[in-house]
């Protein structure tokens, strides 16, 4: 339950903006790190900038703004990440990814998904709609090659940035 605390405390801190009636939603993640992604129709004052800052720092939480554009974080050198701990890997994301939810469900799915499939190293596997790789990267441990094909550009870039992020040399992704 890590993000509890921040929705609890939330509907205060909105309250003390300036102009709470400009904004569009917040979404909160949970992954590597926390995170709160506030959508604003209009410029953010100073002082409501303070607000934001102040909060997800006491919340340990990345701060992330989305206004005209794609969200970016406060903190250019912030990222959003989660973990594949039995395959030892991180995988990068940003607001906007498809990605699994649940990070016990989706590690059991990936599981689940190598089980089946039985991989004895000298395959070449075909992974279609790979988003970030969460399911590619996994498999490229365990076979001589992966070959992943997603339809968004964006997730085409993010899936191979996280093979080289986690050394995994032997994946195409198109």
Known sequence: QPLQPI?????????????????????????????????????????DLTILKDFCQFH?????????????PVDATQSLGYR???????????????IQVNAGVNEAMVAQALDWLKPTGDERV???FCGLGNFALPLAKSVREVVAVEGVQ????????????????NTKFF
Do not use: C, I, Y
């Open 126 to 128: 075909l992974d279609l």
């Open 7 to 47: 929705m609890t405390r939330l509907p205060e801190m909105l309250r003390r903006l300036s102009k709470p009636q400009a904004l569009g939603h917040v979404e909160l993640f949970s992954g590597s790190s926390l995170a709160v992604l506030l959508r604003h129709m209009a410029p953010l004052s100073e002082a």
């Open 84 to 98: 594949l701990e039995q395959w030892d890997l991180d995988l990068a994301w940003r607001p906007g990814d498809f």
């Open 60 to 72: 340990a939480a990345q701060l992330w703004l989305h206004g005209e554009g794609e969200p970016q």
């Open 154 to 169: 964006t997730m085409v870039d993010r899936a191979a940035a996280n093979a080289a992020s986690n050394n995994l040399h």
